[in-house]
């Protein structure tokens, strides 16, 4: 058994657009026999009647087409050319969907387009750090910012314990 998917671009509907191609490929003559449509043999060849032929490996036989056995058609929208900047509200920006392309140049121009008009002063997919440039947890590096967490810890540096007294204050008392 195969699940076979096709795609194209919409001229008339889904039906017709593919119509020829699934003559091509596949089998959609329907079956009256149940027992014939649970499965077919690759060995056989399915007759006007329904009923499946032994084929030899003959010069003059067609190839065996996989038999229909459910389909479903239906169209997407193209949404690439529709304007999706008309009666929105401010802040509001909407894309498209997928379109048929094997590439996504179309998506990643859109997205640039709505990137650059909601930060206008940032740059879009800045470059990667090279991996020489990228360090690692444990290297040797600049120190970087104080954290405001960072400055509580160094005012507390004398280890103070649950009574409030520093760890040096009872250090000295036991002297």
Known sequence: MYVVHMTCKQQTTAREDLKTVVAKL????????SADSSAQSPN??????????EVGDTAKCEPVKPQVL???YFNCPETSKCDF???I???VYLCSGPDLDLDFEYAVTEAKAIFS???PDSEFLPRAPDPEEILLEGEESAPGPIFEGDCAKAENDGHKTED???DQTKGEEAE
């Open 26 to 33: 596949l089998h959609t003559d329907s079956i009256t026999n």
């Open 44 to 53: 056989k060849k399915q007759s006007e009647d329904g009923e499946g032929e």
């Open 70 to 72: 459910w389909s479903l």
């Open 85 to 87: 900047t008309a009666n």
């Open 89 to 91: 509200p401010a802040k």
């Open 117 to 119: 008009k909601m930060y």
């Open 164 to 166: 409030g007294d520093s």
